[in-house]
C-alpha cells in the first residue's frame, strides 16, 4: 500500500488529555495520520475514525481546534451551513451552562444613530440572543444586520468536546504537544513523518523523538509545513490575476497576505476604572493613524470578546516572524484596549483577563496543487465547482480498488473540506 500526501487548507494549531492510557513506543503505526488539529485536522480525523480508519492525529498546542480555541476566534460566522460535524459540537456544547450561545448583530460604527448612541461604536458588536437557536444561523438573508445570526462558544468546552467526539470513536490517538518536524520519503511519497514532544517530569524537561509511519497523509497544518518538506511546489501572496484567471486579483503579483489578529478576552470588574499602561507602552497607535475597529463580541459567560481587525499587516508578520510577531501584538493589544476604556466610557467596567495564546493567522503559504480553488470556485457557490478536479478525492471515492484506508481519508477530506466551504 504507498503512502499518499493529502494537503488540506485550513488554518489552525492546538489539549491536554493523550488517549492513549500507556507511553507511546518510538514509532508509531497507523492507517491515517492527520498532522494539525484545528478545526479542519479534527474534522478528518473525526470522518475518518468514525469509517473504522485506524487514526492518528497530531496538534503541537495543549488543545484541539486551532484558530477557533486557541486563537480566540470564538464565533462562528453566520451562515455557518454545516449541520453534521458542527452541529454535534453545538449538542454537545449545551449539555452544560454558559459554555455556548446564538448571537444578533449590536451595534455597528456603519449604523450610528446620534438620536440613539451617545457616540459611535468602535467596530462591530454582537450579543446572546436568547431568542435564537442553530437554525437561525443557517439562514441566508443577506447582508442585513438584523438577520445575521452565528454562534459564540467558550474554548475550553470546544475543545474538550473535540476530544470527547473522537475518544468515542475507538479508532483516534490524539497526541498533543506533539510537534511535527520533518519527513522520510519513499518513491516520490511520504513514508513517515519525524515528531518531536517534551514531557516534563517535575522540573526536568525531555524531548521525546517519534516516527510515525503512515498510509496516508493529511496535511492539516494551516501552513502546509508537511508538504512543504515534501518538496511541493508552494506559494505566498497575491497571484497574478492570468494565474488563475481570477477576476479581482491584481494584474501583477504581490507579496500580500491577510493580516493577523491577537484577540483578547475583558472581564466585568465592581469598580470601574481606566487600567493603566504597563511601562514602555505608549497611549497613541504607533503602527497607524489610528486605533484598528474591533469586532467585540459577547460570550455565553458574559465576556466580551476584543477581535482588533488586524492587530499587524499580514506583510509585517511574514517579515517578523511568528515570535517577534506575537510580542508585538501583545503590545498592541494592550495600548488598543487602553485607548477602548479612554474612550468609551462602557468599557471601564471590564479589565483585561486573557490575551489568546496564539495569534490568528489567516494566510502564510499556499501549495501550488493540481487543483487549486480560485476565486472563481467562490463564485460558483455551492453547486460548484465545475471541474471535476475540482473535488480531488471524488476520484478516489469511485474507485472500487481503492482500499479501505484510502476511501476513509479521502472521505475525511471530503468532510472537511464540504465543512470548510459552508462555514
Same mark, same amino acid.
Given at each position: 500500500?504507498? +503512502? ?63 484558530? $477557533? ?14 449541520? $453534521? ?33 451617545? #457616540? ?143 484577540? #483578547? ?10 487600567? +493603566? ?21 459577547? $460570550? ?70 493540481? #487543483? ?12 460548484? +465547482? ?6 480531488? #478525492? ?5 474507485? +472500487? ?23
Amino acid at each position: 500500500m504507498k +503512502p499518499l500526501l493529502i494537503a488540506l487548507a485550513v488554518a489552525l494549531y492546538s489539549s491536554d488529555e493523550l488517549f492513549a492510557a500507556q507511553p507511546e513506543p518510538q514509532t508509531l503505526r497507523c492507517e491515517l495520520a492527520v498532522i494539525g488539529g484545528g478545526s479542519g485536522g479534527f474534522g478528518a480525523a473525526l470522518a475518518a475514525a468514525r469509517l473504522g480508519v485506524d487514526v492518528v492525529l497530531v496538534e503541537r498546542g495543549d488543545q484541539l481546534g486551532g484558530n $477557533s480555541v486557541r486563537g480566540g476566534v470564538n464565533v462562528w460566522e453566520p451562515v455557518i451551513g454545516a449541520t $453534521s460535524f458542527p452541529f454535534e459540537l453545538y449538542q454537545r456544547l449545551k449539555r452544560q451552562t454558559n459554555t455556548v450561545g446564538i448571537y444578533s448583530m449590536g451595534r455597528h460604527q456603519s449604523t450610528f444613530d446620534p438620536a440613539r448612541e451617545a #457616540y459611535r461604536y468602535p467596530g462591530g458588536e454582537t450579543v446572546i440572543d436568547s431568542k435564537r437557536n442553530y437554525l437561525d444561523t443557517l439562514k441566508r438573508h443577506g447582508l442585513a444586520h438584523a438577520n445575521l445570526h452565528g454562534v459564540v462558544f467558550e474554548p475550553e468546552a470546544m475543545s474538550d468536546a473535540m476530544l470527547a467526539l473522537l475518544k468515542e470513536t475507538g479508532r483516534c490517538r490524539v497526541l498533543l504537544r506533539t510537534k511535527f518536524k520533518d519527513v522520510t520519503m519513499s518513491g516520490g511519497r511520504v513514508h513517515s513523518v519525524t515528531l518531536q514532544k517534551v514531557e516534563f517530569t517535575g522540573n526536568r524537561s525531555t524531548t521525546v523523538t517519534q516516527t510515525l509511519v503512515a498510509d496516508y497523509f493529511i496535511d492539516a497544518t494551516g501552513d502546509a509545513l508537511v508538504c512543504a518538506k515534501a518538496g511541493c511546489e508552494m506559494m505566498t501572496g497575491q497571484e497574478a490575476r492570468a494565474q488563475f484567471n481570477e477576476p479581482g486579483a491584481p494584474e501583477k503579483a504581490t507579496a500580500r497576505v491577510n493580516g493577523v489578529t491577537q484577540i #483578547y478576552r475583558v472581564a466585568r470588574v465592581a469598580k470601574p476604572a481606566v487600567e +493603566p499602561l504597563p511601562e514602555g507602552i505608549p497611549t497613541n497607535c504607533w503602527w497607524g493613524k489610528t486605533f484598528p475597529v474591533a469586532q467585540i463580541s459577547q $460570550s455565553p459567560n458574559g465576556d466580551l470578546i476584543v477581535n482588533m481587525l488586524p492587530t499587524m499587516e499580514g506583510t509585517e508578520f511574514m517579515q517578523l516572524g511568528y515570535h517577534k510577531a506575537r510580542e508585538e501584538c501583545q503590545r498592541r493589544v494592550r495600548a488598543h484596549w487602553h485607548d477602548l476604556q479612554t474612550r468609551c466610557d462602557e468599557f471601564r467596567g471590564y479589565r483585561l483577563d486573557w490575551i489568546a495564546p496564539q495569534l490568528g493567522v489567516r494566510e502564510t503559504h499556499r501549495v501550488v496543487g493540481e #487543483y487549486v480553488l480560485t476565486q472563481n470556485d467562490l463564485d460558483a457557490g455551492l453547486s460548484g +465547482p465545475k471541474s471535476s478536479q475540482g473535488i480531488p #478525492y471524488t476520484a478516489t471515492l469511485m474507485n +472500487p480498488a481503492t482500499p479501505p484506508a484510502a476511501r476513509g481519508a479521502a472521505q475525511a477530506l471530503g468532510q472537511a473540506h464540504r465543512a470548510h466551504r459552508l462555514a
